[in-house]
């Protein structure tokens, strides 16, 4: 039994999920007791999958999952900063939020897969880092201006004037999570504008050198760091024994020993050992990949056996 740490699903759509499916691993991971369910934001697969029957849009889906919810958190990881206007994303996300009771959270890059806008017709600007500076501005500047007064911004690449800065979100604050691994813009913008810093595939080594980063850059502005919650997103792939795990690699076109050096492979005591040891490296919340959606036992397993050491 450790400190609570806090399970959060995290699903690839764009690798071949349709609404419906991405529904039903929604209901079932709140009726399982997780604490999120979240979505990548991205409109072309990646590698070998066939992304049948095709991308679905993370805030089309996160409005419908916020009607046919009711307990478990949503957000994204991460929305891609190229794909919509910070003003436009900022009501879209106020709205889900209301839609939702209040339980939806914003993470937000810079977006970085040149290949989807290509195909889809998006622009790829360069100097998305300082975009994305910006980007993050606009949204919490449009969130936190008080009812009656008005928002402007001029910057280098966006300009609003005279702005209503409606609508407002449900909550008082939309949780907004930054991630990545850079070593100095991206500590020095979450210190700014993060509620959480998410790192993504990365090992205990780069966790533990990035989390103290960030530590270092909020203590630099004056912000308690603990302020912050640190997360680690990793691909989970957990077995009642060595058969099952096995099979589940294979499904997921992995190779175990792989998984168990790069993710959260193994028995559930195993993959309890190895979250432990992300505890002890700064991380407290975990957002495991599932990327096999019509596998609703390997859910269910993870929570009975790896969550239940967890609380």
């Not at 209901?27 to 072309?44: C, I, K, N, P, V």
């Not at 495991?288 to 790896?306: E, K």
Request: glycine share 10%.
């Amino acid at each position: 039994m450790m400190d609570t740490m806090d399970l959060r699903i995290f699903t690839e759509p764009q690798q071949g999920a349709s609404y419906d499916t991405l529904l039903r691993v929604a209901t079932t991971a709140e009726q399982l007791g997780y604490d999120g369910f979240f979505r990548s934001d991205h409109y072309l697969r990646m590698g070998d999958a066939d992304g049948l029957p095709g991308p679905t849009d993370a805030w089309i889906t996160l409005a419908g999952l916020a009607r046919e919810t009711s307990r478990i958190r949503l957000g994204t990881l991460m929305t891609a900063g190229t794909f919509r206007l910070p003003g436009v994303l900022a009501i879209q996300v106020a709205q889900v939020d209301a839609m939702s009771g209040g339980r939806i959270e914003l993470g937000l890059g810079a977006g970085w897969f040149e290949a989807e806008h290509k195909a889809y017709g998006i622009p790829f600007p360069d100097r998305r880092i300082d975009r994305l500076e910006e980007q993050l501005a606009i949204v919490t500047g449009l969130w936190e201006t008080k009812l009656g007064d008005t928002f402007d911004f001029a910057g280098r690449y966006y300009r609003l004037a005279d702005s209503p800065a409606l609508p407002k979100p449900f909550q008082n604050r939309v949780p907004v999570i930054v991630g990545g691994m850079g070593p100095s813009r991206t500590p020095a913008l979450a210190a700014r504008y993060a509620d959480e810093f998410n790192l993504p595939f990365a090992s205990l080594d780069a966790t533990r050198t990035q989390i103290g980063r960030v530590r270092a850059a909020a203590e630099e502005r004056g912000r308690d760091a603990d302020s912050l919650v640190y997360s680690s997103a990793l691909v989970a792939c957990v077995g009642r024994d060595d058969a099952e795990v096995a099979r589940r690699a294979a499904a997921i076109g992995r190779e175990v020993e792989e998984l168990k050096a790069n993710g959260l492979a193994g028995t559930p005591d195993e993959v309890v050992e190895k979250i432990g040891r992300y505890r002890e490296a700064g991380s407290g919340r975990i957002y495991l990949q599932i990327l096999d959606l019509d596998d609703l036992d390997h859910l269910a397993l993870i929570a009975d056996r790896v969550g239940a050491q967890l609380t």
